[in-house]
């Protein structure tokens, strides 16, 4: 099994589902399951239990949230949260490498882990009597990993592979990584979550165990139970696996606050690739950040009208009226811990140059400033926002996603039922009025992939780290 879905594409897929289109209509805040209560607890030592009932299934998902991820790190370190997420499959004092994994599978489960910016999540999904297995499980491993020289040279030499197979390989990949690191000069977003290759060559077990120690710990930790349960019961439960452990010291992170853009920035990647590409990012708040709350559902919004389903400007104006791309996307991510970017990506169809289409997606970037969207355009786009929402929230999984991410970057929860009503709530005007303040030159980066002849493959990567 892939052990994690590490790279912030993969995690996205998670994250931006909610500009993930269907066509059905409107319904409440999201359908009948969505507005089962969330029941919150904070043990003694700090860790917080969100527990929501969902009696569709005879099953569970858990899932434990730690708040640390590649936006935490600092250089000399980077991917030092990933790392250490595959470490915690390595064993215990008590259960030895490999064995978390077997016996989760021994009772019918499955589980896995990713690694983000803002977070580390380990996850399991099991028939509703197995859950005191996860919590003995998560419990043990949270403070008593044995980070074994041996087992971590051997994990890291896979990360390293991974990093060669998902991002030096991938010239799509590579020329996201190298985007965000001139998006990005003082913000901790400037640094894959997989880490530079130099620093994890030279990363060490003993890098590892003070960050550890300072992470993992009950009262840096979220945990999310979502399925056939009783809320009740499972706070016993938690009581009885998690309330011994002790609390760690947390210190705040240092703020890394992004010095304001004072002009476009462009880089060119050279690598050998089949096709073309274009990636444009512009520097835009979060729900977390912004100083006028509306503002990124607005741009939630936006990023519909662009590129929401075949009937959204860019998949009807550029790839089908003008044939100038075989595809364009926006995408734009409202929960995180620190400022985003609006991003906008684009394949140029044959016998089309980069430059034109860029030319082609900064004329429909214009004309949304210039000309409000129609009501009927903005009211079909909404529905389709709301109604990713809503199938979103028939799977256990996201729906312990949503309270997990909510909660660990910083937003609560309970922001989770106020997404429908809130796009709901964005005017024609508003939209305009985003697009015109944070769509603007001065704070754009484009990058550029020139494909070079694939031959070259061979010697390039020879000089790739």
């Given at each position: 099994m892939q052990r994690c879905i590490t790279m912030l594409r993969a995690m996205m897929l998670g994250l931006l589902i909610f500009t993930g289109i269907s066509s059905v209509a409107l319904a409440s805040e999201g359908g009948a399951h969505s507005k089962s209560a969330v029941h919150e607890f904070t043990l003694k030592n700090g860790l917080k239990l969100l527990v929501k009932e969902d009696h569709r299934a005879p099953v569970v998902v858990s899932q434990i949230w730690y708040k640390v991820g590649s936006s935490y790190e600092h250089d000399g370190i980077t991917g030092i949260s990933h790392v250490l997420e595959h470490m915690m499959f390595k064993g215990t004092k008590k259960h030895g490498p490999g064995e978390f994994s077997k016996i989760i599978a021994e009772n019918g489960g499955r589980e896995n882990a990713f690694t983000g910016r803002d977070y580390t999540a380990y996850f399991q999904q099991l028939e509703k009597s197995r859950l005191p297995i996860s919590f003995e499980l998560e419990a043990d491993r949270m403070r008593n990993l044995t980070l074994l020289p041996k087992q971590f040279k051997k994990e890291l030499a896979v990360v390293m592979e991974e990093r060669q197979m998902r991002t030096e390989d991938k010239p799509d990949a590579l020329v996201d990584e190298k985007f965000n690191a001139a998006a990005w000069i003082s913000s901790p977003y400037h640094h894959p979550v997989i880490g530079w290759i130099n620093d994890l060559n030279n990363l060490t077990v003993r890098d590892l165990r003070p960050w550890y120690a300072r992470w993992y710990a009950p009262n840096n930790a979220t945990l999310?139970?979502?399925?056939?349960?009783?809320?009740?019961?499972?706070?016993?439960?938690?009581?009885?696996?998690f309330a011994a452990i002790p609390p760690s010291r947390l210190r705040p992170v240092k703020p890394r606050i992004e010095a304001p853009q004072k002009g476009p920035r462009r880089i060119t990647v050279r690598v050998p690739a089949k096709l073309p590409y274009l990636l444009m990012g512009y520097k835009v708040p979060v729900l977390k950040t912004a100083k006028k709350e509306w503002e990124p559902y607005a741009l939630e919004v936006l990023a519909g009208i662009l590129s929401g389903g075949d009937s959204a400007r860019f998949p009807r104006e550029l790839v089908r009226k003008q044939q100038i791309a075989v595809s364009v996307n926006a995408g734009y991510n409202l929960y995180a811990r620190l400022p985003g970017l609006?991003?906008?990506?684009?394949?140029?169809?044959?016998?089309?140059?980069?430059?034109?289409?860029?030319?082609?997606?900064?004329?429909?970037?214009?004309?949304?400033?210039?000309?409000?969207?129609?009501?009927?355009?903005?009211?079909?786009?909404?529905?389709?926002?709301?109604?990713?929402?809503?199938?979103?929230?028939?799977?256990?999984?996201?729906?312990?996603?949503?309270?997990?991410?909510?909660?660990?970057?910083?937003?609560?929860?309970?922001?989770?039922?106020?997404?429908?009503?809130?796009?709901?709530?964005?005017?024609?005007?508003?939209?305009?009025?985003?697009?015109?303040?944070?769509?603007?030159?001065?704070?754009?980066?484009?990058?550029?992939?020139?494909?070079?002849?694939l031959n070259s493959a061979a010697s390039a990567s020879s000089h790739s780290h």
């Open positions: 999310v139970v979502v399925g056939d349960v009783k809320a009740d019961k499972v706070l016993k439960l938690a009581q009885k696996y609006f991003t906008l990506d684009a394949t140029p169809a044959a016998g089309h140059s980069v430059a034109e289409v860029e030319k082609a997606i900064l004329a429909q970037l214009q004309r949304l400033k210039d000309r409000r969207v129609t009501a009927q355009e903005l009211a079909r786009i909404k529905a389709q926002v709301v109604a990713g929402k809503v199938y979103e929230r028939d799977s256990l999984f996201y729906q312990a996603m949503q309270l997990g991410t909510l909660e660990t970057v910083g937003l609560g929860w309970q922001r989770m039922d106020e997404y429908a009503s809130k796009v709901r709530a964005i005017t024609a005007e508003q939209v305009q009025q985003v697009a015109k303040k944070y769509l603007r030159e001065n704070s754009l980066t484009v990058a550029v992939l020139e494909p070079q002849p």
